[in-house]
């Protein structure tokens, strides 16, 4: 009998502590977030910058606004792919994502022998797999929508008429981000054109020709092209697939300098050349208090100005925030395309843990419709970028969300 009443408080009062559990209480189809473990596979170094450098972002992302358990490991080779997969089976991980196509297939084969696991694929945009299982998820991503938005902006912030687009090998991915870049250019030159404005132009076609350097391109190489676009006239260039080299932006950042220090002699030398030695004057005239048109001051074109400065678009990562630029400056990138891969990992996670990967089956786009893809800020260029080209990105970015525009 005392046993009995025993049991009955041990009852009692587990009952009591599951209803004061509150949001510690997974709701239905869920299981509790700290028991739900994410494990990231990388392969090779998480460069800065790079998509294993992004993805792990997420996942931290993803822990904390999920309280989820993560882990991630990095793998070596290829050949260790299978161990690192069953290294993370055997420490509990209800979510195992690998990071580029050389996990498609060992976790396809994973997949086949652990059911009630879930497994996911972050590849690079433009990469293709097909699910074969109902457990496994694949994300990539269509970046020539916000390629398109790219080139309406370039067009719009170019001080010169001309701006361009420098890309590596010339495969599908970067035919079709230079084709939207074009698009996006001739966007702009459509609505400008009952504005009577001279059309900018573009050394890219809306059927993906222009300027490829290679499957292997070299830091001279891009360096190169860099300097002989910008002595065609080119003030906005886009750096697309293969073709993100710092050399680049240096070469840009040089341009800038060139320019800043010409139009300071300029200015200095025009100073220098008042009767009797006088300098230029700001302030009106004592005798008739009017400005004097001679004394004028020339505006020395700051490096951060974008619209009279060369500047880049670009591509992948926050170039901002990714690259460098000489004197410890900031780098001359006006904004960059990229995918939100923590928007995906909370979606992936948020998903195994309903157990919904069957419902969903598993190829998954980012695209601006689900928020995963887009347009990194201006920062310091924000102030000179027009705000008529401002609202009308934010238009076309719309018209991308509700599926009214298709490229």
Known sequence: ???????????????????????????????????????????????????????????????????????RSMVDSPEKIEKAIARDISINCSLIIGVGEAFVEPLMNQAKYHRARHFALLLPPGATAQATRDNVAIVTYDLSQPAYVA??????????????????????????????????????????????????????????????LGEKTTAPQVKGEVETLIKQGADVIFFAEGAQSPAGLSAISKENQDRGKAAKAAAEARESAQPDGEPASNSPSESTGESNPSSEPTAVVPENDAVGSVTAIWYLTDGHQTQSSPAGKTPPVLTSIVPDLSQAMISLIEQARKDRYAANST?????????????????????????????????????FRQGTLKL
């Not at 990388?42 to 882990?71: E, F, P, Q, W």
């Not at 001080?159 to 495969?171: D, L, T, Y």
């Not at 001739?186 to 050394?203: C, D, F, G, H, I």
């Not at 190829?363 to 080209?389: A, C, H, M, R």
């Open 1 to 71: 009998m005392r046993f009995l009443r025993q049991a009955i408080a041990l009852f009692v009062a587990t009952l009591t502590l599951a209803g004061c559990a509150g949001t510690n209480v997974a709701p239905t189809g869920y299981i509790n977030a700290a028991d739900f473990r994410t494990c990231l596979l990388t392969l090779g170094k998480d460069k800065v910058g790079s998509i294993n450098s992004s993805a792990i972002s997420a996942l931290n992302d993803g822990k904390k606004r999920l309280g989820v358990a993560a882990h």
């Open 363 to 399: 190829q998954i786009l980012g695209t601006y419709k689900n928020g995963w893809v887009g347009l990194t800020p201006f920062y310091e260029y924000d102030s000179t970028v027009p705000n008529g080209v401002k609202k009308k990105s934010q238009t076309i970015e719309e018209e």
């Open 151 to 212: 080139g309406f902006i370039a067009a719009g912030t170019s001080a010169s008429g001309q701006v361009a687009a420098i890309a590596g090998a010339k495969n599908r991915t970067n035919q079709t981000l230079l084709a939207a870049f074009a698009k996006g250019v001739a966007r702009y030159n459509t609505e400008q054109a009952e504005k009577n404005s001279q059309a900018v132009k573009v050394n890219a076609k809306a059927n993906g020709n222009g300027l490829y």
